[in-house]
Nanobody, 121 residues
Framework: QVQLVESGGGLVQAGGSLRLSCAAS????????MGWYRQAPGNQRVLVGRITSSGRTNYADSVKGRFTISRDNAKNTVYLQMNSLKPEDTAVYYC???????????????WGQGTQVTVSS
């Protein structure tokens, strides 16, 4: 089993900042890509950004220049620094890890439970 625990969501005014964290535990040999997704009410879950094991990042156009993804491999943790937040950033944010559970294989697509981010105008 692999568990992801998210933290850092909350209520913030437009223009403010929040930092989300997501830590993995359990049966983990290696974590490849880590990512953040979000889902607003009535909408599909969409990619916010991802970071590879080598640190290469990609972001949705809507958050480029405002959000930054980073990772701490020693802690099996990914972070999402969100600056200049807008009301349209309001959503439930989910972390997602590509986990290799055994040295010989056994890939697992792990998801966090979601954390609410609300940006007031």
């Amino acid at each position: 089993q692999v568990q992801l625990v998210e933290s850092g969501g909350g209520l913030v005014q437009a223009g403010g900042s929040l930092r989300l964290s997501c830590a993995a535990s359990g049966s983990i040999f290696r974590i490849d890509a880590m990512g953040w997704y979000r889902q607003a009410p009535g909408n599909q879950r969409v990619l916010v950004g991802r970071i590879t094991s080598s640190g290469r990042t990609n972001y949705a156009d809507s958050v480029k220049g405002r959000f930054t993804i980073s990772r701490d491999n020693a802690k099996n943790t990914v972070y999402l620094q969100m600056n200049s937040l807008k009301p349209e950033d309001t959503a439930v944010y989910y972390c997602n890890f590509d986990v290799l559970r055994r040295w010989y294989g056994d890939k697992y697509d792990a998801w966090g439970q979601g954390t609410q981010v609300t940006v007031s105008s």
